[in-house]
């Protein structure tokens, strides 16, 4: 089966080709801005069925111009890809409905993070299941996608792994916290993507607040109305938090401060 990167190719190149992974600073292929700051991710998608293949490599790149998404069939067809300069800052891995303790599949998983060194895995699967995901985090995948989850937040989760975060489901810190995976010792321990510590004790009583709501939860103007506060004034108080964890998004904040004490 041949690949079919190029449908993520901007039009007008020789041939009708460019690189898989070219960086086009001015948008995506579909001419697309790229958010203002924000980095640009290349990104591979595995995925041997072409219907969700084509579908959900277009939908990331229409969602954010940011994105480059590659596409690749096959195994061999990955490892092409990973091997060219430039390399994906991410790969995604479709497992199509088939179970990760499946022995074919963790065998692709095996080899396929076996190639990529330190460039990170996503795994994308059918339902969400928290063994499941436990059992593909220890085996050293960066981040967990079910199918329940929507387009903006696939976005989210990918440009947050490509930057070097790890995205885990809000439905599954409950669990983590009970059984947690190698890096993240229990007792709230927790060290962030960046190597630093959540420092305990170094937010302001008014943040602690917006935490333990953010522990629950609930959205910004939830917060806003139950500790009568501007819905603005959440966002600044969620951003000084984020910053002081050394936390990517507001699940890594809960995660890296679950256990510690409120006060």
Not at 65 to 85: P, Q
């Amino acid at each position: 089966m041949q690949s079919d990167r190029r449908v993520l190719e901007p039009p007008g190149t020789p041939g009708g080709r460019a690189p898989a992974m070219a960086n086009h600073a001015e948008g995506s292929a579909y001419g697309l801005p790229v958010r203002p700051g924000a980095r640009s991710i290349r990104a591979l998608l595995l995925d041997g069925t072409p219907l969700t293949r084509e579908s959900l490599s277009m939908s990331l790149s229409l969602c954010d111009g940011g994105l480059h998404v590659a596409t690749a069939a096959t195994e061999a067809e990955a490892e092409a890809v990973i091997g060219a300069a430039p390399p994906p800052d991410v790969v995604l891995c479709n497992l199509s409905g088939t179970a990760p303790d499946d022995p074919e599949i963790r065998g692709l998983l095996e080899r396929l993070l076996g190639r990529l060194g330190a460039i990170p895995l996503i795994v994308l699967a059918e339902y969400e299941d928290t063994a499941d995901a436990l059992a593909l985090f220890r085996l050293g995948a960066r981040g967990y996608i079910a199918t329940n989850l929507g387009l903006s937040v696939v976005v989210e989760a990918v440009r947050l792994v490509g930057n070097g975060g790890t995205f885990i489901p809000p439905a599954f810190l409950g669990r983590l916290m009970q059984d947690p995976l190698p890096g993240f010792p229990p007792g709230g321990g927790a060290v962030a993507p960046s190597g630093h510590e959540a420092p305990p004790g170094d937010l302001t009583p008014r943040q602690i607040a917006v935490l333990s709501c953010l522990r629950e939860g609930k959205a910004n103007k939830i917060i806003a109305h139950e500790l009568g506060m501007r819905e603005s004034t959440v966002k600044v108080h969620v951003r000084n938090i984020l910053r002081k964890l050394g936390a990517t998004n507001r699940t890594q904040a809960v995660y890296l401060t679950f256990n510690r004490p409120s006060g």
